[in-house]
């Protein structure tokens, strides 16, 4: 089955603690997306990537890191510098050029305490 | 900046009516609107895609409109059931595999 897996789905760490979001995609596509929704609130995009080895701030970027060493993978680190971590993480994909709808990841929700 | 409204109350309808959800959009000139459906704890799934120089989309019981003069996007469920329950994104994008900018989402109930 082609689709887009998130791990994992819950994920506690005490503050101060770098953690490592997991996405990945075998849907071929060469755009990767990372998004954060908090309660009642619209997805925020954190960073996207349009092909290997390349990457963009989305406009929440703080706080966070990624890397894309392969098509399929684009993780997502919290680092310890982000204020307000807690948050359901949303990861997507889709094709690049004009007009392709995005597919999403089923989440992981982040509790930091 | 780039701002998005949607309705920001729930939305109740009643079953077999037609609901109707706005988006409404200021300071963005997009090339595309999208609309996603959000079920509680899931990711979003892609409904339907409009491009700036169309003015209406249908997919089955689903169908988009897109005013570029008024920027607003008015997204209806025809026959609505139940199983329409959920929360209703609108995204817009200005082209290309930039990231969509999203609204807050409109929470829609559809009661027996």
């Known amino acids: 089955d082609g689709g887009i897996t998130q791990s994992p789905k819950y994920l506690f760490r005490k503050e101060g603690q770098n953690v490592t979001l997991s996405c990945e995609q075998n849907?071929?596509?060469?755009?990767m997306y990372w998004y954060r929704q908090d309660p009642g609130q619209g997805l925020r995009l954190i960073y996207y990537s349009q092909i290997v080895n390349d990457f963009q701030k989305g406009d929440i970027a703080e706080g966070y890191s990624v890397s894309r060493e392969k098509k399929e993978s684009f993780p997502l680190t919290v680092t310890s510098a982000q204020k307000n971590p807690t948050a359901f993480y949303l990861c997507a994909s889709s094709y690049t050029g004009e007009g392709y709808e995005q597919y999403f990841g089923p989440g992981t929700r982040l509790t930091v305490t | 900046s780039q701002k998005i409204e949607q309705n920001s109350e729930a939305l109740n309808i009643q079953e077999g009516k037609t609901a109707t959800l706005t988006c409404n959009y200021t300071n963005y000139s997009p090339a595309y609107l999208q609309w996603y459906r959000q079920d509680p704890g899931r990711g979003p799934v892609f409904l339907l895609l409009?491009?700036?120089?169309?003015k209406e989309k249908r997919k089955e019981r689903l169908k988009v409109t897109f005013d570029t003069t008024l920027k607003q996007s008015l997204f209806h469920i025809t026959a609505s059931q139940p199983a329409d329950s959920a929360t209703y994104l609108c995204?817009?994008?200005?082209?290309?595999?930039?990231?969509?900018?999203f609204g807050k989402g409109t929470h829609l109930i559809i009661q027996p």
């Open positions: 995204a817009l994008s200005g082209g290309g595999a930039d990231g969509l900018t």
């Open positions: 849907l071929n596509h060469d755009a």
């Open positions: 409009i491009r700036e120089n169309e």
